[in-house]
């Protein structure tokens, strides 16, 4: 249970009044972000990228107005709101000053920048990933590295550390290069040793499931079916299809997730759903009283991932959810899965093989997706890797990690849509989201 210290300020009402009012704006942003991304049509992306820009200088100027920094000295001399160091008055001035400090180091101009670019920046990779050409990607990345190099400078960071720092603390706070490569050294040799003995089973899981065509529309309403009945709310939220799944939305009570589908493997289908039903249920369980101030905020992005990747995984890979699971299969995709097993069905869940594509990828292979990204980021932040060279190098540590030779970038490094907008720094918080999980 969380508390409210008593007799707070009228400096703490105006405080949390300024947060509420510039959250408005903020979700106002990511309702047109997930519009770019569901339903907006193509001819929509210049304006957009206006429309996200003057938002973004709009909320910049909202989040460092001078008076947000009286009211937060005034709020950290008053007894009363800080008296209690767990409560919710503290918790919010707390973080408010994390955020203002944060917020005043950048220059308005490079804020707009920033959200032009990573609206421009996602329509041009999800274009170039069609084809896989790198070379359309090339030259927007190149103005989205040299963006995020110049707001860690801005923010600065510890000495004996680096620019990727910078930028993971809008994710992790707290988390450093350093500390993620102390957790990865291990756990990659242990995932290593891990692997080589499940490659060299003689036995596997059938693989009868995931090899059935199964026309789209019946897997809409199958996983659609899931995610509700495990607990996401479709009075508060939605499912739809984009090129990459992912959650958004501006309120508890608007959450929007989306999804992708392919014919023949609908598990691609069911895991992405949970993944981001687990996003949607974190969201959906914020505390209503407490949106618009930290305290109505997730905690960081590896708590966030640690739900989506805990439905994902620990439950969606189970043999209690396929037990539950299997006999509803036929409502969906009638005598197409009616000769299936149980064991088919988990097995199928289950497989372990070395794969290019990271959202499809298994249990024992996937932080393994995860570490190549963060090699390389920190690399590009650094300026030890250029641009041009990302697919070369992509493809070097996915033939060193994995042993597998990437046959196009469509595979390859543009399978993700997190650089496009930016988000350099995000990656390892799916692996912290795996180990808190």
């Known amino acids: 249970m969380t508390t409210i210290a008593m007799g707070v300020t009228t400096g703490y009402d105006e405080l949390i009044r300024r947060s509420r009012e510039a959250s408005l704006l903020h979700g106002s942003i990511a309702i047109l972000g997930w519009d770019q991304e569901v339903m907006m049509p193509r001819g929509g992306v210049e304006y957009r990228a206006q429309q996200l820009e003057q938002l973004a200088r709009m909320h910049h100027e909202m989040a460092t107005d001078p008076r947000i920094g009286e009211l937060l000295a005034m709020c950290e001399e008053d007894a009363d709101v800080m008296r209690d160091p767990i409560s919710a008055s503290a918790v919010n001035v707390r973080e408010l000053r994390h955020s203002y400090d944060r917020n005043t180091k950048l220059p308005a101009e490079l804020v707009a920048e920033e959200a032009r670019l990573a609206s421009v920046g996602q329509h041009t990779w999800a274009e170039a990933r069609k084809t896989g050409d790198f070379e359309m990607f090339r030259p927007t990345l190149e103005k989205i590295v040299d963006l995020l190099r110049r707001k860690a400078e801005c923010y600065g960071w510890d000495k004996g550390g680096e620019p990727w720092d910078a930028l993971a603390e809008d994710y992790e706070p707290g988390c450093t290069a350093k500390d993620v490569e102390k957790v990865f050294t291990p756990l990659r040799k242990r995932l290593q040793g891990f692997l080589d003995e499940l490659m060299g089973s003689s036995t596997a899981p059938s ?210 849509i997190h650089w496009s907008m930016g988000s350099m720094g995000y990656f390892p918080t799916y692996t912290l989201g795996n180990l808190y999980a």
Not at 236 to 254: A, E
Request: charged content about 25%; overall charge negative.
């Open 207 to 416: 693989n009868a499931f995931n090899e059935l065509a199964l026309p789209i529309e019946q897997q809409e309403k199958f996983v659609r079916f899931v995610a509700e009945k495990i607990g996401f709310d479709f009075t508060r939220g939605r499912l739809d299809r984009s090129t990459h799944p992912f959650c958004s939305g501006s309120h508890c009570n608007d959450t929007r997730l989306t999804t992708r589908f392919h014919e023949s493997n609908v598990n691609d289908a069911l895991g992405s759903t949970m993944h981001e039903s687990g996003h949607g249920m974190y969201e959906q369980g914020l505390l209503e009283e407490h949106i618009g101030t930290p305290m109505g905020m997730f905690v960081s992005l590896g708590i966030h991932e640690s739900q989506s990747r805990m439905w994902e995984n620990q439950v969606g890979r189970s043999r209690a959810f396929w037990e539950w699971c299997t006999p509803k299969l036929g409502d969906f995709f009638g005598d197409r899965t009616k000769s299936l097993s149980l064991e088919d069905v988990y097995g199928g869940a289950n497989i372990v093989k070395p794969d290019f594509i990271r959202v499809e990828a298994d249990e024992a292979t996937y932080n393994m997706h995860i570490m190549i990204r963060f090699e390389i980021e920190r690399a590009v932040m650094k300026g030890d890797l250029d641009v041009a060279d990302i697919p070369a190098v992509w493809n070097e540590k996915y033939k060193d990690y994995l042993n597998l030779d990437v046959p196009n970038n469509a595979k390859g490094c543009l399978q993700d």
